[in-house]
């Protein structure tokens, strides 16, 4: 029987993130001049085709070819609102909106081979100063302070943990402060103050212990901080002397006092501006609305408290913003038990619960500046609804949305898989400004100006001088060509396992030579070390939703082994599990240790396991489970292996034999772990590596799948290639 290695470690598990890359159209004018196009799946975004332009000389570039879309994997307004910047895979361009002029600031000289996510930054709302991690270590990266126009930096903290979603961070109304947790503490600091080195040492900046969970700012730039039961209201002109004399004064004015204790680990909270009311989200299942009646040490009153109990979805996130009325608004992310598409349900909270809006297919909420109105995107459309009212006020289609900003309350930078758009709400209006990603590109028949077919089935023209494109309204006769007096251009294969195909320049006159156009494309690199991820649903499915959730953001399937005690006890997540498409693998019938010696097993013991295990997931599924098992916390021996072979399973091994949920603790966290894995799977090829799901198991401080993000990325950056079980060799 073959034995697959299995290396206990996290997560997901399967495999469709590493397509290759690979060249498409290209077009060959008489003046030597090449258009051609470039296509690569990226980890955290959709697949597009970046188009290139380039010069020939001698068979070969003249220069880097330069990139002539912009797709946005991640956008963010700067300086003011009067630059878009916008961030991906080949570099950070800059498009200024006064003048109408797109800038790239950097480029990559190569074509990029790690399909890494573009990672986030925390934007102060006058887009003078970003915060961002930038990467040191697998799992940590140095949290940095810069300012937008003069690019000047100054390093926050040496060492956070890697995010690709918020930073630790949060912006002052004025931008005059941020918050940012370092080392499960909470500091202050004056962005003007630091970088031209007036700011007080961070000693005596800090706020208190918990994280960025336990601190918001309100309009009077006044922070809120939670510390366990008591809520804290601290003005922003006495932040430095109530970080200096905190143990004189205390931490700021208490307002109030919660029923409950706060952990920010998994809690968090918003509060409206005049701080009266709150609302909590505990451990992202109990939602509680609170108001303060005396701005005292009192207990605060409970207005509403529920549990989440959708019986048709699961809970991944939720979002919490405030009508003009101070009614508070939940947004619940979920995912259908029935359904692949997530969808977002709106609640207005009182003493009840008053759904106002569901949404299929539907992103995060963005709020306008001013408050009044919320935009989200859902699949091929963008919308906008006045908060007050939940009345729609516009919409905006034709591509799919990747990514959207408030310019103003009136205008919104929409970032689609074709293109940029310039949105006015006044006029339900848009301008293209910028293609994200093109069909072809072509020399025009009349002017030998560049043109392109978007996505969308439009044609646009390429002013030069801009780096901007606008629609042609003139149809344009598409001719490509590959030949012209002096080369030949034409695809072809390559020994490179990253690259599909090969952009060759045969050289027609002179000397004839073949050349690659990038010699990165056909040079020989070691091929990638597969791995496939496989999750361990023992007896709870706390962590399903963000699991799923995060493997549909990388385009990765996974295989998931359940326990008896999973299906018994959830059959809609069981189902849930299926509707997604992933493989199903067995984990026996119940979380049994099969090697202690208070039991009996023999081969009748195992085969009427693990066929009762397929019996149970067949009734509450109608599908088979995949002939692949292991034992409940890979506690096995040869023969039961042996056993389990005779009853047609393969059996995977672990190469430790207790679970992440039985290693973590609060001394022993995620980030070892995934140090210890990504050092241990160099060495190792064809390789398992499972993660448990939910809290149940062991004594987990932290659980390992929130971190499935970093991992991917470790993976990735280690040249490995994520696959399904099945697909090892």
Request: glycine share 4%; hydrophobic share 35%; with cysteine.
């Amino acid at each position: 029987m073959k034995k697959i290695n299995l290396i206990i470690f996290l997560l997901l598990g399967t495999s469709s993130l590493f397509a290759k890359i690979s060249f498409g159209s290209s077009d060959l004018n008489q003046n030597d001049e090449l258009l051609f196009t470039i296509s690569q799946n990226n980890a955290g975004s959709k697949n597009y085709n970046s188009l290139f332009y380039t010069k020939l000389t001698d068979g070969e570039s003249s220069a880097n070819p330069d990139i002539l879309t912009c797709y946005p994997e991640q956008m963010e307004l700067l300086n003011n609102g009067t630059v878009l910047q916008i961030r991906n895979r080949y570099g950070i361009a800059k498009y200024f909106i006064n003048s109408g002029k797109l800038n790239w600031l950097e480029k990559e000289n190569d074509i990029p081979q790690k399909a890494l996510p573009i990672s986030k930054y925390s934007v102060s709302p006058d887009g003078k100063w970003i915060c961002k991690i930038e990467k040191n270590t697998i799992t940590t990266g140095k949290l940095i302070l810069q300012n937008t126009q003069t690019e000047k930096t100054k390093i926050l903290c040496d060492s956070v943990a890697q995010v690709n979603e918020e930073l630790p961070v949060k912006w002052a109304h004025d931008s005059s402060f941020f918050l940012y947790e370092k080392d499960e503490n909470i500091y202050f600091c004056n962005p003007e103050a630091l970088l031209t080195n007036v700011e007080v040492d961070e000693s005596f900046r800090k706020i208190g212990r918990g994280s960025i969970n336990s601190v918001n700012w309100i309009s009077d730039n006044s922070l809120i901080y939670i510390d366990d039961y008591l809520v804290y209201q601290i003005s922003s002109k006495e932040l430095y002397i109530t970080a200096l004399y905190s143990g004189i004064i205390g931490r700021g004015r208490a307002i109030g006092r919660l029923p409950f204790q706060f952990n920010s680990k998994v809690d968090k909270f918003s509060v409206n501006e005049s701080a009266n009311s709150f609302v909590f989200v505990q451990n992202n299942k109990l939602f509680s609305y609170l108001k303060v009646q005396s701005f005292s040490c009192d207990y605060m009153d409970v207005i509403y408290s529920k549990p989440y109990n959708d019986s048709s979805a699961s809970l991944i996130d939720t979002f919490v913003f405030w009508d003009k009325d101070d009614n508070p608004i939940l947004w619940l992310e979920k995912l259908p038990y029935d359904d692949v598409k997530e969808k977002g349900s709106v609640y207005k909270l009182g003493e009840k619960s008053v759904q106002v809006l569901e949404i299929e297919d539907s992103g995060r909420p963005f709020i306008s500046p001013d408050g009044t109105n919320v935009a989200f995107f859902a699949g091929t459309s963008i919308y906008v609804y006045n908060i007050n009212t939940w009345q729609r006020l516009a919409e905006l289609n034709g591509e799919y949305i990747c990514s959207a900003l408030w310019l103003n309350s009136n205008v919104l930078y929409v970032g689609g898989d074709s293109s940029i758009r310039r949105w006015s709400l006044t006029t339900n209006s848009f301008e293209t400004i910028l293609l994200s990603s093109v069909e072809k590109g072509y020399w025009s028949q009349k002017d030998n100006s560049i043109m392109a077919t978007a996505k969308n089935g439009y044609s646009f023209r390429y002013n030069k001088s801009n780096g901007t494109w606008k629609k042609d309204s003139v149809a344009q006769d598409v001719k490509t060509n590959n030949q012209n007096s002096k080369y030949r251009i034409f695809l072809g294969k390559t020994p490179n396992s990253k690259f599909e195909n090969a952009l060759y320049v045969r050289s027609l006159s002179k000397k004839a030579v073949t050349k690659p156009l990038y010699k990165s494309s056909v040079e020989k690199v070691a091929a990638s070390k597969k791995i496939a991820f496989a999750f361990d649903a023992y007896d709870n499915a706390d962590g399903l939703p963000r699991i799923i959730s995060t493997l549909k953001k990388y385009n990765l399937n996974a295989t998931f082994f359940l326990n008896g005690e999973f299906i018994r006890r959830y059959p809609s997540e069981t189902k849930q599990i299926v509707v997604n498409g992933y493989d199903v693998a067995s984990m026996f019938f119940s979380t049994v240790d099969l090697i202690k010696d208070s039991y009996v097993v023999d081969e009748d013991f195992v085969r009427r396991g693990l066929a009762r295990n397929e019996d149970e997931f067949y009734k509450c599924t109608g599908n088979e489970l995949s002939l692949f098992w292991h034992a409940p916390y890979f506690s096995c021996d040869e023969k039961i292996t042996e056993y389990g072979k005779n009853a047609g399973y393969t059996y995977v091994n672990s190469l430790h034999k207790n679970s992440d949920s039985q290693k973590l603790s609060q001394d022993y966290k995620p980030e070892d772990l995934i140090y210890e894995y990504c050092d241990n799977l160099k060495y190792l090829d064809n390789t398992i590596v499972p993660i448990s799901v939910g809290f149940s198991q062991g004594e987990r401080f932290d659980p390992l799948y929130n971190y499935l993000d970093i991992l991917i990325c470790a993976l990735i950056d280690n040249n490995f290639e994520i696959v399904t079980v099945s697909e090892l060799n």
